[in-house]
């Protein structure tokens, strides 16, 4: 049997040394709840990949934990052998196992001292690979190996990037200490790149994913500063007179709008990664903040109170007039757009509690996706399938997730202290 | 005029002078004398004539310190969805922008607070309004715009821990601090 699809041979490099500093004492991760699941999941078998043990820890694992995770995968047991040849598998016997897909695998170490691993994807079905590749990686980024299959295997069979190899950043509060975390997607391997005695808020991640902008109060007042994470190189990137806070990345990594007060209560400016070529957006006789840019470039999207009470509005980033976009409710705040532009995430006051909300801005139906009362900082994952939030369970900071439809829940992502902040960093690019 | 301060006043001012003082100038410090045989000697005021003349502390910005001095007190409270500094505290708003006309090169930072319910950026932003209303009543009275930033830091540092109404109204609130005290 031929294969149809090509082989691919690619090498994969850690984008970020930041995950060689000395990791934070947080261990837990994103568990999602298996419980209320249907049967819509894809049921697949992966097997245990020859010659994984030569690595730290089993690339299966990796690759299993990622895909169920998703909630959208059902593990079918796959024994605990590899497949004797990768490139034939029995077709009627995964069958009879109730697996519609089958990922194979093998690992092997290569003679400059790096490992390669290969991977198979097979439609069990239609009796067919659907995918099928090889790469080659530092021994100890076996991790980061797995994390790449598996997205992999997710955009083959839901035709959407998988963000296993992406990144969150969160800020974690442990008695007096503050500290900017980065961690992979469902908060594995957490690494500070940024410790304080005084308060860290509103991370903020580079479209390329190699800095984050931040508001630290370590002088007294929030000032933003734009770190490196590479290096831990830091600069000031806004101390106006008064408060300086709330950076937003545009798309093209070139600007940030930013809040200041210099000129009175908080609006919104626009402002070079240097510092320069400041420009004020709107003037509006409350508070503007909060903003986010679409992913065109083109809206930004903020929270005013103008009308008397929070809400979202949007408004071209040339400026002009602004629109409202949030009706329900009187509180509205901490927008945040979804990659493709078509869903609104943000957090409305209903009764008192505060939950994580989603509108669709073509029909402008809303949905409320939580059941929990001090939701903050919804987060869209960049293939927008995904929400991260903050929120509080037992009187403690913490992050979860949902799906942006609300039917994929996940168990409280804890930490020492309180988590609060977090940010969802781009696809790797 | 001459005008008879109480000798507590008097005490009051002169230990002020002597204790940590904001970095305007080096306080003074008393050196331990060999304890063997001379009694240590203490600093004290010589007994105030009837009608003495008032004694200027020699570092102006003790007053700042004095427990009895308005000026020591440095907590705006606000009410809840308030942003205007109410009657009570006029008292400590004039009583500091006194200080400043007088002591022109004092600054000032006005913190604003938020209690803790709602988003980070726009509680920073209601604490900013808080800190804003006490730069505005000291322009008001005379204060110039560069002794005084007002800046927030939202719910962030809250003075009481708590999640109930007493603490959020010792959060809702704005701090004036002096330049060297921070």
């Known amino acids: ?429 | 005029m001459k005008i008879a301060l109480p000798m507590s006043i008097l005490l009051a001012a002169t230990l002020a002078a002597c204790s940590t003082a904001p970095t305007q100038e080096p306080a003074s410090v008393a050196q331990p004398k060999p304890a063997a045989s001379v009694p240590e000697t203490k600093v004290t005021p010589a007994p105030a004539p009837a009608k003495a003349a008032p004694v200027a502390p020699k570092d102006p910005f003790a007053e700042l310190k004095d427990p009895k001095s308005l000026l020591s007190q440095r907590n705006v409270f606000f009410d809840y969805n308030s942003y205007e500094v109410k009657l009570d505290f006029f008292p400590v708003v004039e009583a500091h922008s006194k200080f400043l006309k007088k002591n022109t090169t004092g600054k000032v930072l006005i913190q604003g607070n938020a209690d803790e319910r709602g988003s980070s950026e726009y509680n920073l932003a209601l604490g900013q309004k808080r800190a804003e209303a006490v730069k505005t009543t000291l322009k008001l009275l005379g204060v110039k715009e560069d002794q005084i930033e007002a800046v927030s830091l939202g719910k962030e540092k809250p003075k009481n821990p708590g999640h109930d109404e007493a603490a959020w109204a010792e959060n809702r609130r704005a701090d004036i601090l002096y330049k060297g005290e921070y």
């Open chain 1, 1 to 429: 049997m031929q294969s149809k699809s090509s082989m691919q041979r690619r090498h994969f490099l850690l984008a970020s040394s930041a995950l060689t500093l000395v990791p934070a004492l947080a261990r837990a991760e994103l568990t999602v709840e298996i419980s209320g699941l249907g049967n819509e999941r894809i049921p697949i078998a992966i097997t245990v990949f020859g010659g994984e043990n030569v690595l730290p820890k089993p690339i299966s694992d990796v690759i299993r934990a990622d895909l169920e995770r998703t909630g959208l995968f059902r593990l079918v047991d796959a024994g605990d052998q590899p497949m004797a040849d990768i490139s034939r598998p029995d077709w009627a016997s995964w069958r009879t196992k109730g697996a519609d897909v089958l990922l194979a695998g093998s690992v092997k170490r290569l003679p400059d001292g790096n490992a390669e691993a290969t991977f198979r994807l097979y439609d069990i079905v239609k009796q067919a690979e659907q995918k099928s590749a090889v790469l080659s990686f530092r021994f100890e980024l076996g991790r980061n190996a797995g994390h790449w299959i598996a997205d992999r295997v997710y955009e083959q069979l839901l035709g959407v990037p998988g963000v296993f190899s992406t990144q969150i950043a969160y800020v974690q509060k442990s008695g007096r200490h503050y500290m900017l975390q980065i961690a992979e997607y469902d908060g594995a391997n957490p690494v500070s790149a940024f410790t304080d005695d005084e308060p860290i808020i509103s991370p903020a991640w580079s479209p390329d994913g190699k800095r984050v902008a931040y508001v630290s109060f370590a002088l007294k007042k929030p000032v933003i500063y734009v770190q490196t994470i590479a290096t831990g190189n830091r600069q000031v990137v806004a101390n106006f007179k008064g408060s300086n806070s709330a950076p937003a990345w545009s798309p093209d990594g070139k600007r940030l709008a930013i809040v200041l007060t210099k000129d009175g209560l908080s609006q919104i400016y626009l402002v070079n990664l240097d510092g320069g070529g400041l420009r004020r957006l709107m003037q509006s006789s409350g508070i503007d903040t909060e903003p986010c840019f679409s992913s065109d470039g083109k809206w930004l999207y903020f929270t005013s109170d103008r009308s008397g009470g929070p809400q979202i509005y949007r408004v071209s980033v040339d400026g002009g007039e602004a629109q409202r976009v949030t009706y329900e409710g009187s509180y509205n705040v901490s927008p945040h757009l979804s990659p493709d532009g078509k869903t609104l995430a943000y957090i409305g006051r209903n009764g008192g509690k505060f939950q994580l909300t989603v509108q669709d801005l073509g029909s402008q139906q809303t949905l409320i996706l939580t059941d929990t009362v001090k939701d903050e900082a919804p987060t869209f994952a960049p293939n927008g399938r995904l929400i991260l939030y903050a929120t509080e369970v037992g009187g403690r900071g913490v992050l979860s997730a949902v799906s942006v439809d609300g039917k994929i829940r996940y168990k409280p992502l804890q930490g020492n202290g309180d988590i609060r902040e977090p940010a969802w960093g781009p696809l790797a690019t």
